[in-house]
């Protein structure tokens, strides 16, 4: 069966401060991957999303980025985090196939301070 | 722009009797549409999904209907339960470029 992890859980970080959120997929191969954010009246806002090694849509400009340097492996980072950074980050997969739904991990809380 | 929109940031139903929770879309590349569940400080969970070739699918105590001239889709849940209680999340899948777009929203409150 898949699985997908995403760590940390929680994460405090001062502004200024780099950041590194990974997340990695099992028991599948080449999925569809995405990063979003739900932040205070934001709803679930995507952020990037992936259909294969080294391909990446950025769907909001901002000072966030994304890599998928192995085929289930997603990485987001920023350099110098804002204040407008925190929020509850999801990452998610699916199938690379029409009609599939998505899969979330469990989240990581980053409140930058 | 938002592409999915839930107009009702909350709503508040009794205990057995039926929720509907309201989603509205603009673009007409999406052909695939989902409602999910979500918990605080946790992923969202998968609750039903639709093909914009359909008008209705159900799973047991839910049901979607999609009108496509509308550009509308409606969540039904019947009974309510206790525990549906939480933030049910509409989103659309664009045939294009598998871009999944989620609207902001609806916190459903089942009251005893």
């Known amino acids: 069966s898949q699985t997908i992890h995403q760590w940390p859980a929680t994460l405090v970080q001062p502004v200024g401060s780099p950041l590194s959120l990974e997340c990695t997929v099992e028991?599948?191969?080449?999925?569809?991957l995405y990063w979003y954010r739900q932040a205070a009246g934001r709803g679930l806002q995507l952020l990037f999303y992936s259909v294969g090694i080294g391909q990446i849509s950025s769907e909001v400009p901002q000072n966030l980025s994304a890599s998928r340097p192995q085929d289930r492996q997603f990485i987001l980072s920023s350099k110098k985090l804002l204040l407008s950074d925190s929020g509850f980050y999801l990452c998610?997969?699916?199938?690379?196939?029409?009609?599939?739904?998505?899969?979330f991990g469990s989240g990581t809380q980053l409140s930058v301070l | 722009d938002q592409q999915v929109k839930q107009n009702s940031p909350s709503l508040s139903v009794q205990e057995g009797r039926i929720s509907i929770l309201n989603c509205d879309y603009t673009n007409s590349m999406f052909d695939y549409f989902l409602w999910y569940k979500k918990y605080p400080a946790e992923g969202p969970t998968f609750l039903i999904s639709i093909s914009s070739i359909k008008d209705k699918n159900e799973d047991g105590r839910f049901t979607v209907f999609l009108n496509k001239s509308a550009k509308h889709l409606s969540l039904h849940i019947v009974p309510s339960q206790p525990g549906d209680s939480a933030v049910y999340f509409c989103a659309a899948r664009s045939f294009r470029d598998d871009k999944i777009i989620f609207g902001k929203g609806t916190r459903l409150h089942i009251l005893p």
């Open positions: 028991g599948t191969s080449n999925p569809n």
């Open positions: 998610a997969w699916s199938r690379n196939r029409a009609n599939e739904k998505l899969f």
